[in-house]
């Protein structure tokens, strides 16, 4: 079955400009936010919305990785996942985190990533950007900021492609994905 | 990801890439270690046995430091206090750790193949931390990390294995690893210690340590094992000190960045001028970090379940 294109170069261009406007009009002054992507997807995400934001407020806005495996919590359900390297641009207690992630789903990744943040410090908020919202969460979490929701049925995939990652931008919804993880 | 082994038994089985995702892996936790907090859940709920059937210090310190960074339980059991003194069988002490719901259990025994043993019938995993002469693998592991952290790289480097290579698992393991990564291994000590059979593995054998640490971008230094050895394999400790120690006119002669490696407890002024120990090309410290970081990925990884990756499970 033909994956279905959810979104294209200029629509997921769009929705992160759209983000990025969002999280100026929540967060009044710049000074205080710091975005962390979540590994992998979300990375390049966070340095993008970075780099709009660093335009609509005229000064820099600090973006980092933040890799959530450690602090998972079903570790014996699957090979142990590859370990990618955090890095938190400086101290983050008292600062407005905005958490960013390609896709939100069960909702387990948004709460090991929360666990993972409070190893490095207290932030005064965390709010969550996603590219993709498909439903079917399994936790009490939600999204501040989403790109697009999408209806989704759980055996299916939502794969996001990046240029700095893939070559291109987009994002599409494959039908009965075999395993790998979005 | 290339590693779906639920032991940790030698370095032999190992490909390469398994390797590398050790040393990739623990990368990452050598991270953690880095900051404020050093301590995350990824091993919570799980039970971790050192059995020590032979005595050790360090490498059992590194190991429950390992579990207790990654939140697991962790139970010391050391063949003094045990009920292998009372003449219980290896069998039955660990099949009695596995009936407490052990999930890990970390075996050092005198034995080579104690902990292939254990792996055949336990349902936990078995991680090997030294078998006899035979294998010592999270050593290896730490010492190839050690290197490429400083060279960015393992193959084509020259890696010379000096002192009492017979009797010593971390050489085996070490030289397991070097080959398959690439590197190319000089051993070198008393022809007693050093025997030539393991020009078969593929090293390089010489009697001579001038010639092995001339061009060595790596000396790893063993310690002389008096505990292990007869007194005929050599004359004298003071005697081998001036034939196969790193004395200061030796050191002056091997390349300008040569790394010293010793796996440790050091021997001062026997493998190694005191000194010169402590000089700011030895890494030997290092290598003790780094071994925290490398168990730590051990353990993680082998903590993985089996099989595929759930369709989505991870989003």
Same mark, same amino acid.
């Given at each position: ?49 970075? !780099? ?110 990046? !240029? ?19 | ?32 270690g ?24 360090r490498t059992?310190i590194s190991?429950?430091l ?73 050593q290896?592991?730490l010492?190839?990390?050690t ?114 490696m010793h796996p440790g407890p ?17 890494v030997i410290l290092e290598q003790v970090t780094n071994g925290l970081a490398i168990r ?20």
């Amino acid at each position: 079955m033909p994956d279905s294109l959810l979104l294209d170069a200029a629509a997921l261009s769009r929705a992160l400009t759209r983000i990025a406007h969002e999280i100026v009009e929540r967060n009044e002054s710049g000074a205080d936010v710091v975005l962390v992507g979540v590994q992998t997807g979300g990375v390049h995400i966070a340095h993008r919305l970075a !780099k709009t934001l660093r335009e609509l407020w005229n000064q820099p806005v600090p973006a980092g990785a933040l890799d959530v495996n450690m602090h998972r919590d079903d570790l014996g359900n699957h090979l142990a996942p590859t370990v990618h390297p955090t890095q938190i641009p400086g101290d983050i207690t008292g600062k407005t985190v905005v958490l960013v992630d390609d896709v939100l789903f069960s909702g387990r990744t948004t709460r090991a990533a929360l666990d993972a943040l409070n190893d490095f410090g207290r932030p005064r908020r965390v709010q969550l950007a996603v590219l993709i919202d498909r439903g079917h969460r399994e936790l009490p979490i939600k999204a501040d900021f989403v790109g697009k929701n999408v209806t989704t049925r759980a055996n299916e995939r939502v794969n996001v492609k990046l !240029k700095e990652a893939d070559g291109e931008d987009g994002v599409w919804l494959v039908k009965n994905g075999n395993g790998s993880p979005a | 990801m290339t590693w779906n082994r639920k032991h940790l038994l030698d370095i032999e089985s190992l490909s390469a890439d398994e390797i590398i995702a050790v040393l990739d892996t623990a990368r990452q936790f050598k991270a953690v270690g880095e900051r404020a907090i050093k301590k995350v859940p990824a091993l919570r709920g799980k039970t971790v046995v050192n059995l020590f059937v032979e005595p050790s210090t360090r490498t059992r310190i590194s190991f429950e430091l390992a579990a207790i960074r990654l939140s697991a339980d962790v139970i010391n059991f050391g063949a003094e206090a045990s009920s292998l003194k009372k003449g219980e069988t290896l069998k039955d002490t660990a099949r009695n750790l596995e009936a407490l719901n052990a999930d890990i259990i970390i075996i050092r025994h005198s034995a080579t193949g104690a902990p292939h043993f254990l792996s055949r019938f336990l349902k936990g995993s078995v991680v090997n931390a030294g078998d006899g002469a035979h294998e010592h693998p999270t050593q290896a592991l730490l010492d190839t990390f050690t290197i490429r952290e400083h060279r960015g790289k393992i193959a084509g480097l020259n890696v010379t294995i000096l002192g009492d290579i017979l009797y010593s698992r971390v050489a085996r393991s070490n030289i397991w690893a070097l080959l398959k990564l690439g590197a190319n291994v000089t051993l070198c000590g008393p022809s007693t210690l050093v025997p030539r059979v393991f020009e078969q593995m593929g090293c390089r054998v010489t009697y001579n340590v001038d010639e092995a640490i001339a061009d060595a971008d790596v000396i790893n230094l063993l310690r002389i094992q008096h505990e292990r050895q007869r007194q005929t394999m050599f004359p004298s400790i003071g005697e081998y000190a001036a034939l196969f120690g790193l004395t200061h006119a030796r050191f002056a002669r091997t390349r300008p960045n040569a790394l010293i490696m010793h796996p440790g407890p050091i021997n001062r002024g026997v493998e190694i001028a005191s000194d010169l120990a402590d000089c700011g090309r030895s890494v030997i410290l290092e290598q003790v970090t780094n071994g925290l970081a490398i168990r730590m990925a051990v353990l993680y990884l082998i903590s993985g379940g089996k099989g595929a990756q759930e369709l989505g499970g991870l989003a």
